[in-house]
C-alpha cells in the first residue's frame, strides 16, 4: 500500500511545526504547500544541502529507485515545487504494513500499531523494547532525540502536529551566559588581549545548559498525548481517515 500524496504533505507540514518549535534556526509563523519551492522550503525549513536531503528521504522512506532520481528532483529546487517531491514520494514509497494480531478472537488494530512502532523503534533506541501502552510519552520523546516523532509521522503522518515546548529555566540561563560571555570575550580580545579566563564564563554557561538539558522542560506537549496509549489511538483514527 503506497501513501496518498496529500499524506506526504502533512508530513512535511507535521514536520516544519516540529522543527519550528525545537530549532531556533527554522523560520516560525511560515506556511508549506503544494506551491511551495523546494528552495523555498529548504529555506524556510533549514534543511540539509539537496544531495544530502535526498539521502536522508530515500532511507526514511525506503524507495527502491535510484538514488539520483531524488537528487535531480531536489537539485533542480528553482523550478520544481512540493508537489513534485510529494508526487514522486507518493508513487514509489511503501507504506509499511500493519498485521492484524488477535486477541480473545477479535482482531486488535491497537495492538498491531503499538508493536509496529515499538518495532521501528527498537531498531533506532534499545530501551524502546521497554516500552508499554503506559509508558509516558514525553519521558521517551526526551530520551530519543526526535526518532519518536519521525517514526509516528512515517506511520501515521499527521498525528503529532501541535507542539509546545519552554526550556527550564537553567537551559535558558545557560543560553543567556553563553551569548553574552562570548560577545564579551570577543570585544575584550578585538580591542585589548586573549586571556584564558575569557573562556571561563563561556565554560559555565555550557554547564548549566547541559545540567538544564537532563532535567524537565517548564512545558512540553506532543499533539496533547500523555502516554502511548493514547498516541496509539490518536494514530489508528489517523489511519482510518486514510482506508475510508
Known sequence: MKYRKDEILEMLISSYKFQAEFDSGVKSGMSLNYETTILEWMDICDLLMPTKLAKYFHK????????????????????????????????????????????????????????????????????????????????????SDGVLFEEVNRIAPGTLSEFEYRANKLVLTGQTVILLSAFFAYVFWAIWFFHWLLILPIAIGIALYQIGMKKEPEKLSLGGFEDFRELIYGMKEKLEKVST
Open 60 to 143: 526514511y522512506f525506503q524507495l527502491n529507485r535510484p538514488l539520483a532520481e531524488l537528487e535531480c528532483l531536489l537539485k533542480n529546487f528553482e523550478k520544481n515545487t512540493i508537489s513534485d517531491f510529494c508526487e514522486y514520494i507518493s508513487e514509489h514509497a511503501e507504506r509499511q504494513k500493519i498485521v492484524s494480531i488477535t486477541l480473545l478472537r477479535q482482531k486488535c488494530e491497537t495492538a498491531s500499531i503499538f508493536r509496529r512502532l515499538k518495532q521501528n523503534l527498537s531498531k533506532q533506541v534499545a530501551y524502546a523494547t521497554e516500552l508499554k501502552p503506559s509508558s509516558k510519552v514525553n519521558d521517551f520523546f526526551l530520551k
